[in-house]
């Protein structure tokens, strides 16, 4: 056992600090994409690691680990030995209080995986008391196995295969920005693998087709002036997708807004919910938004995407509070109001939002990338369609 453990304070990461750049905007944007041949960068083999928070912040865990494995920082006696499958495995239900100085890393020997309550991981676990107390769980893996786990936790296996490697290309891309932002910041790990980065669920649902689109594009990123993209995707972007600003208030010039009539056909182009109004306050209240009641609500500022950028809700009294349609979305709950891409009707004590696409509309549109390749477009076709000006790059190996 070489590997020095790393033990420091961690920082939850979210997606959108980015350095500031001018963004230029066309005001008319691209109506389909351009289809051009494009040659593959030469091959170069790449041996990149990736460390993923796979649970951050709980009191316990339950690991299940192969046989024969190394391990560090925890009494191999807090095990149980169980069978399943005709194999043997130890089982360690593990508080903060079974590390040993704080921290304890466990790797199977050979290809064996590691369950982390009931999920599996390739690769190493590393686990760390964090400053709150708590434990977090860091999965420390190749990174292309890791992409292979976001492509299985972001869209279905059995996708056209110019869409999966569009995903994994982006996805892959997404991990390398990160990644460099961790290491500036010298955090705990690189990312977390929730939907506020891209959802990674270990080794289950990894299949043929997934395995094949990520070695087919295996190190493979896309740059814009020479450096990795903020490349964010979301489900579906209702028709157009949205520059970053109206999302994350600052823009990067590759995350401009493009007309996508590919994902109309996709199960997420539209939606509706209809909140009762009191259910509504109770959600804005507990992110902070101080509202008592909505007698009254309507968006005052749509961009030219027909995205909710502004809206004002008329408290009880008269007052009237502004809240950005982004904030407005995430406080209520990004499953509920699915898109920003909506209006909204107060009937009775009950509001009726309608609305089109799915998430925040930014970036990759995953089902317009799975229409483009329906329609026979290449993955570099469907990615250079919504990142715009973007190179098809290697990871760089230091
Ligand atoms: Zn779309």
Redesign the pocket.
């Given at each position: 056992m070489t590997k020095a453990l790393l033990i420091s304070f961690m920082i939850i990461l979210t997606v959108g600090c980015v350095p500031l750049r001018s963004y230029v905007s066309t005001g008319n944007p691209a109506t389909e994409p351009e289809v051009e041949k494009v040659s593959r960068p030469q091959e170069e083999k790449v041996t990149n690691l990736i460390r993923v928070a796979v649970v951050v912040c709980h009191p316990s865990i339950e690991l299940m680990v192969p046989d024969q494995f190394d391990l560090i920082g925890i009494s191999s006696s807090n095990s149980q030995i169980i069978y399943k499958d005709g194999k043997k495995f130890f089982q360690f239900d593990v508080t903060i209080h079974d590390l040993e100085n704080s921290a304890a890393f466990i790797k199977p020997q050979g290809e064996g995986e590691i369950s982390v309550d009931g999920n599996h991981y390739k690769g190493a676990i590393e686990l760390v008391q964090d400053h709150k107390g708590c434990l977090t769980v860091i999965n420390e893996l190749s990174l292309e196995e890791y992409v292979m786990g976001v492509l299985a936790g972001e869209i279905p296996g059995n996708w056209p295969m110019e869409a999966l490697k569009a995903q994994a290309i982006a996805a892959r891309t997404f991990a390398i920005y990160k990644q460099d932002q961790a290491k500036k910041k010298k955090e705990t790990y690189d990312i977390e693998n929730t939907a506020l980065a891209q959802m990674y669920i270990g080794s289950r649902l990894v299949n043929q087709n997934i395995r094949q689109a990520v070695m087919d594009t295996e190190g493979e990123i896309l740059t814009y002036r020479d450096e990795p993209i903020m490349a964010v995707f979301h489900s579906?972007?209702g028709?157009e997708?949205t520059g970053a600003v109206d999302v994350w208030g600052q823009n990067q010039p590759y995350l401009r807004p493009v007309f996508?009539s590919?994902?109309n056909q996709g199960p997420h182009y539209k939606w509706n919910e209809t909140l009762k109004v009191s259910d509504i306050v109770r959600r804005l209240r507990a992110a902070n938004i101080s509202i008592y009641d909505i007698v009254q609500i309507s968006s005052i500022e749509k961009n030219e995407g027909h995205r909710v950028t502004k809206l004002v809700l008329m408290d009880a009294d008269g007052s009237k509070k502004r809240i950005k349609g982004a904030v407005f979305r995430m406080a209520v709950g990004p499953d509920v109001i699915r898109s920003t891409c909506f209006e909204a009707h107060l009937k009775g004590d009950s509001i009726e939002f309608t609305g089109l696409g799915w998430g925040h509309g930014v970036g990759l549109?995953q089902?317009?990338a799975y229409g483009m390749a329906k329609e026979g477009y290449s993955a570099f076709d469907i990615l250079r369609h919504y990142y715009y000006g973007v190179i098809l790059d290697k990871i760089k190996t230091e």
């Open positions: 579906n972007c028709g997708t996508c590919f994902g549109c089902e317009g």
